[in-house]
């Protein structure tokens, strides 16, 4: 098309005539529309290249810090395997020793062997994937015997630990896996909630399912750090190392449930759901309802 408007431009320029000057402003104007077009065309392509690009680095940056990730949970698990062989053995020895003696003291030292076994199971966790031996369990039992352990840690900060449970609350689950992430979520929120607070631990029936929270009275998780929780060595306690909550992640993931964390500036709740609960229909009393 515009060879012909040249070749037409040209022969008029022969014939002379006042018409060429108007056929030279219109062929000008032509010109400057087909210029700006393709300016736009580029300013339009060079926008979507540059998107491109920065979703391109922002993928790069997620794959790097995944590599990064996992290579600090690789050389975690090696030193955990380390751990286990070093520390385990002489714990097992100061429990069965301290075990055979009498008295308060006696008893607060195999308490707080058991908790830093628990630490180091957390550690060794990592090493190893999460297998659960499933069975009917009962969760009153577990809520309470999670209350007892943690009972005198509660005493020194004047946190008063209660227990609610519905009756014939049953799941099938690993209760030593099922012990292991409560305790977790209790330590956390001991750590977290200031003296004379609370600590609830309620289970509650919901048709084929069992949820169970840890309700405490602590300050709330920043809601700019609430989605990086579960994620492994994060933490923002200084008494923490970031474990604790990612293995409970882990262990719920394991039996086919789910976790939820709701918190404000009044306290923290997290819920778990398991949906592979049973319910004793025998069981008729009214709701188990306990407090320090």
Same mark, same amino acid.
């Given at each position: ?20 000057p108007h056929f030279e402003y219109v062929m *000008? ?7 700006? %077009? ?10 979507? *290249? ?6 391109? /680095?922002?993928? &790069? ?7 990064? #990730?996992?290579?600090? &949970?690789? %050389?975690? =698990?090696?030193?955990?395997? +380390?751990? %286990?062989?070093?520390? #385990? ?9 301290? /075990?055979?003696?009498? =008295? ?8 707080? $062997?058991r908790l830093l076994n628990h630490t180091l ?5 990592? =090493? ?8 009917? @369990? /009962? $969760? ?5 015997? $999670?209350?007892?352990?943690? +009972? ?17 609350? @049953?799941? $099938?689950?690993?209760?030593? &896996? ?18 004379? =607070? @609370? ?45 604790? &909550? ?7 993931? /394991? ?21 592979? %609960? ?15």
């Open positions: 098309m515009l060879v012909l408007k040249l070749h037409i431009w040209s022969a008029m320029r022969q014939l002379g005539g006042d018409a060429a *000008l104007q032509d010109l400057i529309a087909r210029f700006q %077009a393709s300016s736009q065309s580029l300013e339009h392509s060079y926008a979507e *290249l540059q998107e491109r690009v920065t979703v391109l /680095s922002a993928e &790069l940056e997620r794959e790097r810090e995944e590599r990064v #990730r996992l290579e600090r &949970l690789a %050389a975690m =698990g090696e030193m955990a395997m +380390e751990l %286990a062989h070093e520390i #385990r053995n002489p714990l097992a020895s100061i429990e069965l020793y301290a /075990s055979m003696l009498q =008295g308060e003291y006696a008893a607060e030292i195999v308490r707080s $062997v199971t957390n550690t060794l966790q990592f =090493g190893r994937p999460v297998v659960p031996v499933c069975e009917p @369990t /009962s $969760v009153a039992a577990l809520l309470q015997r $999670v209350s007892s352990f943690v +009972e005198p840690i509660a005493a020194r900060k004047r946190i008063e630990m209660e227990i609610r449970c519905d009756p014939g609350c @049953t799941i $099938v689950a690993d209760p030593e &896996l099922m012990h292991r992430m409560l305790l977790n979520l209790v330590l956390n929120a001991l750590r977290e909630t200031p003296a004379d =607070g @609370t600590i609830r631990l309620v289970a509650e029936v919901s048709g084929s399912d069992v949820l169970i929270s840890v309700v405490d009275s602590g300050p709330g998780i920043p809601e700019q750090t609430r989605a990086r929780i579960f994620d492994p060595m994060f933490s923002t306690h200084r008494e923490g190392c970031g474990l604790g &909550l990612s293995i409970v992640k882990r262990i719920v993931d /394991s039996h086919d449930g789910a976790v939820q964390v709701s918190s404000s500036p009044k306290g923290t709740i997290f819920e778990i759901r398991l949906n592979n %609960a049973e319910r004793d229909v025998e069981v008729v009393s009214e709701p188990v309802t306990c407090s320090r």
